[in-house]
């Protein structure tokens, strides 16, 4: 399956650390990335692979990945980070690839 | 600075047809794989289409193949989604987003959209 699946929701306190997961077969041969999307706005990359911050991005955002689940970790939440975020990875289906994103988890800072 | 901008957006007929256009500047446009990523009104991400920097590979989302087709123009700095058969569940924003090339998987800029409304 080239399905990823998120936590619909999650919330955190303002200052505390969040982890947000994504599940999936194609996990286990690619590397995720994270987007952070908020209201009426286009996506923003906030992570990929395995150590890689686009720049701008705060050093709050880390990523890591064991077998077919991949984490975001927010360490220290703001109130801007406050958002929708999502996974994707390439998949390879057959004899073509694509690629897939995740549910989207929508994240709340308290 | 980076910029991708789509136009061609609009209100579409169910069987129309439509076509995207995504403009780029601030970088080598050649250089770059290009994407095409959708999200339907309160939904979340689905990939479309992604375009190799040459163009000489096209892979296609199962549920617009046949349908849709990607192509771009290097010496124009764009990208375009041809957009036929439209159906009421192809209703959403398209983003056009580059490959990052720090990564083959990850899409580091995106343009901000442009809404597909498919209806009669």
């Known amino acids: 399956s080239s399905e990823l699946t998120q936590d619909p929701a999650v919330s955190v306190a303002l200052g505390q650390t969040v982890t947000i997961t994504c599940q999936g077969d194609?996990?286990?041969?690619?590397?995720a990335s994270w987007y952070q999307q908020k209201p009426g706005q286009a996506p923003v990359l906030v992570f990929s692979?395995?150590?890689n911050r686009p720049s701008g991005i705060p050093d709050r955002f880390s990523g890591s990945s064991s077998g077919n689940t991949a984490s975001l970790t927010i360490t220290g939440a703001q109130a801007e980070d406050e958002a929708d975020y999502y996974c994707?990875?390439?998949?390879?289906?057959?004899?073509?690839?694509?690629?897939?994103f995740g549910t989207g988890t929508k994240v709340t800072v308290l | 600075e980076v910029q991708l901008v789509e136009s061609g957006g609009g209100l579409g007929q169910p069987g129309g047809s439509l076509r995207l256009s995504c403009a780029g500047s601030?970088?080598?446009?050649?250089?770059?794989?290009m994407n095409w990523v959708r999200q339907a009104p309160g939904k979340g991400l689905e990939w479309v289409s992604f375009?190799?920097?040459?163009?000489?590979?096209?892979y296609y989302a199962d549920s617009v193949k046949g349908r849709f087709t990607v192509s771009r123009d290097n010496a124009k700095k764009s990208l375009y989604l041809q957009m036929s058969g439209l159906r009421d569940d192809d209703t959403a924003v398209y983003y056009c987003?580059?490959?990052?090339?720090?990564?083959?998987?990850?899409?580091?800029?995106w343009g901000q959209g442009t809404l597909v409304t498919v209806s009669s």
């Open positions: 994707n990875c390439n998949s390879r289906d057959s004899s073509t690839n694509h690629y897939v």
């Open positions: 375009i190799s920097s040459s163009g000489k590979t096209i």
């Open positions: 692979g395995k150590n």
């Open positions: 601030g970088f080598d446009f050649s250089v770059y794989g």
């Open positions: 987003a580059r490959v990052w090339l720090s990564t083959s998987s990850a899409f580091d800029y």
């Open positions: 194609s996990l286990r041969s690619y590397y």
